[in-house]
């Protein structure tokens, strides 16, 4: 097996690319693969013949396929969305701030259907890396939207106790939605634009009877 450390050589006499370009390569070429045939079943060499690169090159830029897997969900801008939403400030009524969470988190998962359809697919299947980057997912955004809740609860709109299960149930609703879009229920079909507009107005009703459930 290719360490990195041997990766630090040219491989067959070719020459390693090593720069910015070469990774971002790497990651297309991941994503392409892991959608079309699964995380498991694709190889390092796999992704080196799509990119057009060498085992080696990959191994320079990632230690392992599932560092790799890591990386995709960090590029996909997962993290720094999440990083973002705990800043949020209660500048708008809990019920406003909810439906804006929704249109966004929904936006956010559209733009990324093949990436996450990958990682809930593997995961429903077993694998661990699949599993580590849902559960990482899940636990930010529980996290982040405890932090915003919590802002609202010392401000008196809504219960301290409500911060964190609104933060558990939120996610758990726009998730179960945009599931079944993936699946095309519910008239989850057309064009990105027309998805997500229907994925807003079917979770629209539900999210404002969670949150005046919580109201003070």
Not at 50 to 79: M, P, Q
Not at 109 to 133: T, V, W
Request: with cysteine; proline share 3%.
């Amino acid at each position: 097996m290719v360490t990195r450390r041997a990766a630090t050589s040219a491989t067959n006499g070719k020459r390693t690319r090593r720069g910015p370009f070469t990774r971002q390569q790497i990651l297309d070429a991941s994503l392409s693969l892991f959608s079309q045939r699964g995380f498991a079943r694709t190889t390092v060499r796999d992704i080196a013949r799509k990119a057009g690169i060498t085992d080696a090159a990959i191994y320079y830029h990632f230690d392992s396929k599932r560092e790799l897997l890591g990386a995709l969900v960090e590029e996909r801008g997962f993290l720094a969305g999440l990083a973002e939403l705990e800043q949020v400030e209660p500048i708008v009524p809990v019920e406003e701030a909810v439906q804006w969470h929704a249109a966004g988190a929904v936006n956010m998962m559209d733009q990324n259907r093949d990436f996450l359809r990958l990682i809930i697919m593997e995961g429903l299947g077993g694998d661990e890396a699949a599993l580590e980057q849902y559960t990482l997912l899940m636990n930010l955004w529980e996290k982040a939207l405890t932090a915003v809740f919590g802002r609202y609860a010392a401000r008196g709109e809504i219960g301290p106790e409500s911060a964190p299960e609104l933060a558990t149930q939120v996610p758990y609703l726009i998730l179960a939605a945009f599931q079944d879009s993936l699946l095309g229920r519910h008239g989850f079909a057309g064009s990105a634009e027309e998805r997500q507009a229907a994925l807003c107005t079917f979770l629209g009703p539900t999210l404002a009877r969670i949150v005046r459930g919580h109201l003070v």
